[in-house]
């Protein structure tokens, strides 16, 4: 405790407001431009978790489900699911094949829906060169 009086108020200085974790920097510091566009970046394929869980929210809500209800049948939690619905999270095959079942998709099903949407970005983002004797996406194992 302090030597001070108990019934005296201790004023405790507060940080500037520049210094505070967090805190809006004033207009003049700044910077004048967004930073530069990468488009080599913006033009990449996609990561396959991303299209993964875009299948599984797209199949989600078009059976009008909760995340909370898929996730329980699933027997996986909310919050992990909703990561990898969101392609923050690399989902084991057993945890891909435990939200697909509870969609009522087999394993075959959700990867073959991400094959086409990988097809379908794939075709979008190049042209087909001509005379090409693969107008598409060749798989290999």
Known sequence: MSNEAPNQARVIPLRPQSARPGSVRPVSERPATAPPRDPARETREPLWRDLVGDVLRRERLAQERTLKDVADAARIS???LSEVERGRK???S???AA????????LGDLLSLAQTELTRHSARSRRAVPGSPYNGMCLAA
Not at 99 to 106: C, D, F, M, R, S
């Open 78 to 80: 909310m919050p992990y």
């Open 99 to 106: 939200a697909a079942q509870a969609l009522g998709l087999g």
């Open 94 to 96: 057993e945890v891909l």
């Open 90 to 92: 690399e989902a084991s």
